[in-house]
C-alpha cells in the first residue's frame, strides 16, 4: 500500500492563481481531511470528508473548496490563491472509527506551498 | 467548538531525564485523546492515544494520563534520547457510536534532548 499520497510536494504561486493540491489514499478509508502547519500555529482543519460525496467545513475553510467524488481521492482547491496561504499542506485519512476502534490519522507527506 | 492548550511550546532535557508536555481541552464530550510525533521535515504520526474510560496508558517509554474532571491529559517521555527530539501535538476529538470526530490540535511542543 502507498497509503496517503499528496501531489504536488513543493508549488510557489503568484497571487490570484488558482491550483488543486491532490491528495490520494489506497487504505479503503471513509474519512480523509486536510490540515495546514503553519509556524507555532499546530495543525489547523480546513475541510473534512466522512465518505464520497460528502464534505463539510474545518476551523478554517475560507479561500479553499474540497471534492469526494471517490473514496480514494479528496482534492483541495484554491481558486484565487492570498499570501496568508502559504503554508504547508497535510491531507490525512482515517477508518470510519468506532469506540473500540483505532482513531489513527495517517497522514501524508506534505505539500509546501508559497504564494508570491 | 474544541479548543485544545498545549504547553510548554519548547521543551529542553538532558538525555536520559523525563519530558512531560501538558493539554487542556474545552469540550467535555471529548472522549479521544491522541498525542503525535512530527520528526524535522517529516509527516505526524501517531505515537499513543487514550480514550475517556481509561485513566493511563502506558507504552514502554511514553505514557499518557488523562483527568476528565479537570479536562487535561499529559504525556510522559522518561529516558528520553535524542531520537526523541521533534515536535509533540495533542489533540482531541469526540466520536460516538461510529461517527467520526474532527480531531482538534494543540499548537506543538518543540522537544529537545540533549546528548
Known amino acids: 500500500n502507498a497509503g496517503v499520497t499528496q501531489t504536488p510536494k513543493f508549488q510557489v504561486l503568484k497571487t490570484g492563481q488558482s491550483m488543486t493540491l491532490q491528495c490520494a489514499q489506497d487504505?479503503?478509508?471513509?474519512?480523509m481531511s486536510w490540515y495546514r502547519q503553519d509556524p507555532g500555529m499546530g495543525l489547523r482543519l480546513i475541510h473534512y470528508?466522512?465518505?464520497?460525496?460528502?464534505?463539510d467545513q474545518g476551523e478554517v475553510p475560507n479561500g479553499y473548496n474540497v471534492s469526494r467524488s471517490t473514496t480514494e481521492d479528496f482534492p483541495l482547491r484554491l481558486l484565487s490563491a492570498a499570501p496568508s496561504q502559504t503554508s504547508v499542506y497535510f491531507c490525512?485519512?482515517?477508518?470510519?472509527?468506532?469506540?473500540?476502534?483505532?482513531?489513527?490519522?495517517?497522514f501524508g507527506e506534505g505539500s509546501r506551498l508559497t504564494v508570491l | 467548538g474544541e479548543n485544545v492548550e498545549q504547553h510548554p511550546s519548547t521543551l529542553s532535557v538532558q538525555e536520559g531525564d523525563s519530558a512531560v508536555i501538558k493539554c487542556t481541552y474545552s469540550d467535555s464530550a471529548s472522549n479521544y485523546f491522541p498525542w503525535y510525533k512530527q520528526e524535522l521535515g517529516k509527516r505526524p504520526q501517531l505515537i499513543i492515544d487514550?480514550?475517556?474510560?481509561?485513566g493511563e496508558k502506558k507504552d514502554q517509554r511514553i505514557a499518557v494520563t488523562l483527568n476528565k474532571t479537570a479536562k487535561h491529559f499529559s504525556l510522559h517521555i522518561t529516558e528520553t534520547q535524542p531520537e526523541d527530539s521533534a515536535v509533540y501535538f495533542c489533540a482531541a476529538s469526540m466520536n460516538y457510536g461510529g461517527s467520526q470526530g474532527n480531531l482538534i490540535f494543540g499548537k506543538g511542543t518543540k522537544l529537545s534532548v540533549k546528548p
Open positions: 487514550i480514550r475517556s474510560n481509561v
Open positions: 490525512a485519512s482515517s477508518y470510519d472509527r468506532d469506540l473500540a476502534g483505532t482513531g489513527e490519522l495517517f
Open positions: 470528508s466522512v465518505g464520497a460525496g460528502i464534505t
Open positions: 487504505m479503503n478509508h471513509e474519512y
